[in-house]
């Protein structure tokens, strides 16, 4: 079993949706919980983080932690087609830099 | 933030060549990271990088075949050594910049034929 897993897609809606993303993990010590959106030939850029649970609000995105539940999840309201991009979640323990481990990243195709 | 950029962003190899890849920062760090990204896989942290010590290797990953050098806090270089088919692949450097904030570089796409 992964320690993170998470479902490659790929996810199409249309304009204006609200898009749900989201991974599981089996590593009960992971506290910090990343977003990082890729678009395609370029490299992943961190969206949002999250230490422990609860949740977190960036303009149109919602980061969401269930450590209870070992679940992660990213909400993009209103998504834009310039929100087409590969999603991957990635995760860390705390207590000084550790190493993040990723999910395989989803693949998000907002259609006009 | 950070700027980081990489060269080649591209390349196209014969199989038994080495290819060097060089990574820029345009701030001084502590700490570099050499990542993978195959196609339907996770990105894969080869070694990390820091300045004045021999970088330290994942598992999977040696130093005779993925040599790096950081001679300084902005610069390092990941040479894919003796390449094959199977490293066709995207290859990241990445930054520190807090406990919780890495930065990626854009990638330099390696196609071994």
């Known amino acids: 079993q992964k320690e993170v897993e998470q479902d490659p897609g790929p996810l199409s809606v249309p304009e204006g949706a609200i898009v749900s993303l989201n991974c599981t993990y089996s590593?009960?010590?992971?506290?910090?919980f990343m977003w990082y959106r890729q678009y395609s030939r370029k490299g992943p850029e961190l969206l949002m983080y999250t230490y422990s649970s609860g949740n977190k609000e960036d303009g149109r995105f919602t980061a969401q932690v269930d450590k209870s539940s070992k679940y992660i999840s990213l909400f993009i309201r209103d998504s834009q087609p310039s929100d087409s991009a590969t999603y991957l979640c990635?995760?860390?323990?705390?207590?000084?830099?550790?190493?993040?481990?990723f999910g395989i990243g989803t693949k998000l195709q907002v259609i006009p | 933030s950070a700027v980081i950029s990489q060269k080649p962003s591209r390349d196209i190899c014969q199989r038994g060549t080495s290819l060097t890849i060089q990574c820029q920062v345009d701030?001084?760090?502590?700490?570099m990271f050499w990542y993978r990204q195959q196609p339907g896989q996770s990105l894969t942290l080869i070694a990390t990088?820091?300045?004045?010590?021999?970088?330290?290797?994942e598992s999977g990953f040696v130093i005779d075949k993925f040599p790096i050098s950081r001679p300084n806090l902005t610069f390092s270089t990941l040479t894919v050594s003796n390449m094959s088919p199977e490293d066709s692949s995207i290859y990241l450097c990445s930054v520190l910049r807090s406990e919780e904030t890495q930065y990626f570089g854009p990638g330099t796409r390696l196609l071994v034929l």
């Open positions: 590593n009960s010590a992971f506290q910090y």
């Open positions: 701030s001084q760090v502590t700490m």
């Open positions: 990088a820091n300045q004045g010590s021999e970088a330290t290797y």
């Open positions: 990635a995760m860390m323990n705390s207590g000084g830099y550790q190493k993040v481990t």
